[in-house]
């Protein structure tokens, strides 16, 4: 099971139980790969494209005739019912019309482009004098060059004017900066990404639910670099470049796909960038830690609780997986940050012999790249604010999101009195990093760790089991009888729906509950 950053309110659990079913033989996703590969025709029109009607998509909204149309394209999906590990079921609520917000709702990161070029149909037809939809996400700028840019973007609503950014640039003999004025205070270093690569820049900002890009092929060549600096107080954010000759620019440069664009980020396509693999160390004996490198020109800090996506291609296909990044050295960080450069990212990821992306990845030789993609989730560093007992569930690899957050909530928070972890496996072999949370506990009084095993060896002491009513009743007490609480889940689904369940038949509140699920 792969555990990913992406925090789900109890309310989205009745979802999450419909994202794994049991397939039958023969309907992997790389069985799914070879019949792709196979030159059958799985879309039923014999290799012609057609444009489609709302009125004919909705015509197909069965189990064995099922089109699905998907940010404009219309796809059969009929032939791949059988292979999606989310059921029938979860497809069929989007047979004969417009799936693209069910499908961001639940899986976004899949790159459906790839695995299903095979079954588009063709295109939505449009619809004759449609009105143009004016909301929040589109910039405000009317008719007006700004810094040799013209701009082509619908003037917003009243309501949003005000807290749509913009950006300016000013330069010297040396650089140039590139300025966002992000329009609100207290924003977070955190929800800046920037990356500069061969001669293109790339600036994301993200606010509240919406992200703001920048985006140019630069007018002349500036060195990788590149400097960003994030006035939080004021809401500024910074990108210095520099010159590579001494010119004069005119204008900053020409604008790229969706460049001065202000939308919803669930809206806003997927960003990667390839990073090279620097080390690979086992951490147990199926569970390595992947330790990869930034390009130079990337700014991408990872916020506590939130995962990434790794993209390989193949046999011809792009495959994509979510991981949360790791600290690279739990009892280290709460000594020194020199393992937690910007520049480093660290996955702890386990490997499955007869999966399909895992093997892979193990192969990587170091010095080889994998594309890694923007942070995505919605755990907020605000649900630990007051915070006084933190209670930590995790199983197997579920470990991971909980690394960040153990640092965070130790070093950040002035009112926490007691974390605690119980933390399940299997055997002993299988407990990640377990010299570390031990001397962790030593360290700090109000950690505290605790170990379950669901199938221990003889000789070992300690607690015996799987999670269940009696182990949570025990292990969630609070300091005091009136304290706030956060309890934080994260394991395969089966681990997290009964944990979740558990928790709420011992009378604890949504507020009081997050789930970290793959």
């Not at 796809?75 to 059921?87: A, Q």
């Not at 989007?94 to 588009?120: I, P």
């Not at 007992?389 to 002035?414: E, R, W």
Request: glycine content about 6%; hydrophobic content about 35%.
């Amino acid at each position: 099971m792969y555990t990913t950053g992406e925090t789900i309110p109890v309310s989205f659990l009745p979802i999450m139980q419909l994202l794994k079913v049991p397939l039958k033989p023969g309907r992997s996703l790389m069985d799914w790969i070879r019949l792709t590969k196979s030159g059958k025709d799985l879309t039923g029109l014999k290799g012609r494209l057609v444009e489609v009607t709302e009125e004919e998509l909705s015509k197909h909204n069965k189990k064995d005739d099922c089109w699905i149309c998907i940010r404009g394209l219309v796809y059969n999906i009929t032939p791949y019912m059988e292979y999606h590990p989310g059921g029938e079921d979860e497809l069929m609520k989007a047979a004969g019309a417009d799936g693209t917000d069910l499908f961001d709702q639940v899986h976004r990161w899949v790159n459906y482009e790839s695995m299903l070029k095979e079954c588009m149909v063709g295109r939505m037809a449009l619809k004759p004098f449609a009105a143009l939809k004016e909301t929040c996400p589109t910039v405000s700028e009317e008719n007006r060059i700004l810094n040799g840019l013209s701009s082509k973007n619908k003037v917003l609503d009243n309501c949003s004017k005000e807290v749509v950014p913009s950006y300016d640039w000013f330069q010297t003999d040396g650089s140039v900066t590139v300025v966002i004025y992000a329009k609100q205070k207290d924003m977070d270093s955190e929800l800046v990404i920037a990356d500069l690569q061969q001669g293109r820049l790339r600036g994301e900002l993200i606010v509240k639910d919406y992200s703001y890009l920048l985006h140019l092929e630069l007018s002349y060549a500036v060195h990788e670099d590149m400097i960003v600096q994030v006035s939080e107080k004021v809401g500024k954010v910074e990108f210095v470049l520099k010159k590579k000759e001494t010119l004069s620019w005119k204008k900053l440069g020409q604008p790229l796909e969706s460049h001065n664009s202000f939308v919803k980020r669930t809206e806003r396509g997927l960003f990667y960038r390839k990073c090279r693999l620097l080390s690979k160390t086992n951490v147990s004996h199926d569970t390595r830690l992947f330790c990869l490198m930034l390009p130079p020109g990337t700014h991408l800090q990872i916020p506590v609780g939130h995962h990434l996506y790794l993209k390989q291609t193949i046999t011809g296909t792009e495959i994509v997986k979510p991981y949360t990044p790791v600290s690279s050295f739990l009892v280290s960080t709460f000594k020194t940050t020199s393992h937690d450069d910007k520049m480093h990212i660290f996955f702890m990821i386990k490997i499955y012999p007869s999966g399909l992306f895992t093997p892979v990845l193990d192969t990587l030789q170091i010095g080889q790249h994998i594309f890694v993609s923007n942070p995505e989730g919605n755990f907020m560093k605000s649900q630990t604010e007051d915070v006084e007992d933190l209670f930590l569930l995790a199983g197997g690899t579920g470990f991971t999101p909980m690394i960040k957050l153990l640092k965070y909530a130790l070093t950040s928070s002035n009112s926490l009195r007691a974390v605690k972890f119980m933390f399940f496996n299997k055997t002993e072999d299988d407990i990640l990093w377990r010299n570390q949370l031990e001397q962790l506990a030593r360290n700090d009084s109000r950690f505290d760790i605790q170990f379950v095993l669901s199938e221990p060896k003889k000789g070992w002491t300690g607690k015996q089991g799987k999670i269940s009513f009696s182990f949570l009743s025990q292990f969630v007490k609070r300091s005091k009888y009136d304290s706030k609480i956060l309890i934080c889940i994260c394991g395969p689904l089966s681990f997290t729906e009964q944990g979740m369940g558990l928790l709420q038949d011992l009378g604890h509140s949504c507020k009081e509950m997050h789930c970290f699920t793959a």
